[in-house]
């Protein structure tokens, strides 16, 4: 096991509802990325947090937010759900902002939205 | 253009037969790559690194020309226990964000 852990496992919602997704990232790791995985594709980066800033950011809209906590656990927002937003959620810790750093990944949130 | 790309497969190949997947990158400013496996309805799990000069871990062995932005993954005597997806992933050398591929889907037959 890679010691990332998220929370919850599944959750449904409604259209236009928000959602909170968390995730506790590996001992001694302090940044978390975050990612979209959508049936039969590949996972899409969100963004990514190191030491409580964000770090980057994927082609997502304003209304998919973040924060870090200074444990550097994660949390993921997203606002006014969509259809599409249905996918499975990961996010991944890794050590520092260098790159060929491997990430580990949690076992995901899946989010169906109806 | 997508920043990664994979043929998705399927591959469905008999129990010892050698199979290979392909991955290309469209960024030149790429700089670190790997393979992650990832089981039906499981997260990624990284599979091994790409290195310039290839290298290889126990059946498995990747290959990486940056003149082609290419990577390689081979897989010899293939086992049942490696039916998977097999994630192609490059980042640059900022920010250490992923690029993935859509996956390569590898069934082993027995």
């Known amino acids: 096991e890679t010691g990332v852990t998220q929370s919850p496992t599944h959750l449904i919602k409604t259209r236009g509802q928000q959602v909170t997704l968390r995730c506790s990232s590996q001992?001694?790791?302090?940044?978390v990325s975050w990612y979209q995985q959508a049936l039969g594709q590949g996972p899409q980066f969100i963004f990514q947090?190191?030491?409580?800033?964000?770090?980057g950011r994927g082609n997502f809209p304003p209304r998919f937010s973040g924060l870090q906590f200074p444990n550097y656990s994660s949390e993921l927002n997203v606002n006014a759900l969509e259809l599409d937003d249905s996918a499975l959620y990961l996010c991944a810790s890794s050590v520092g902002l260098a790159g060929g750093e491997t990430q580990y990944f949690g076992p995901g949130t899946r989010l169906l939205v109806l | 253009r997508k920043e990664v790309e994979q043929d998705p497969g399927p591959f469905n190949v008999p129990e010892g037969a050698t199979v290979a997947f392909n991955c290309t990158y469209s960024n030149s400013a790429s700089q670190s790559f790997f393979w992650y496996r990832q089981d039906c309805r499981k997260e990624p799990k990284l599979l091994m690194s790409v290195y310039s000069s290839g290298n290889e871990d126990g059946r498995f062995t990747a290959q990486l020309n940056r003149a082609s932005q290419y990577i390689s993954l081979l897989i010899r005597d293939s086992k049942l226990s490696d039916s998977a997806t097999y994630l192609c992933v490059v980042n640059r050398n900022t920010g250490n964000q992923f690029y993935f591929g859509t996956g390569t889907s590898l069934t082993v037959i027995p």
């Open positions: 947090y190191y030491r409580e800033e964000e770090n």
């Open positions: 001992s001694g790791h302090n940044t």
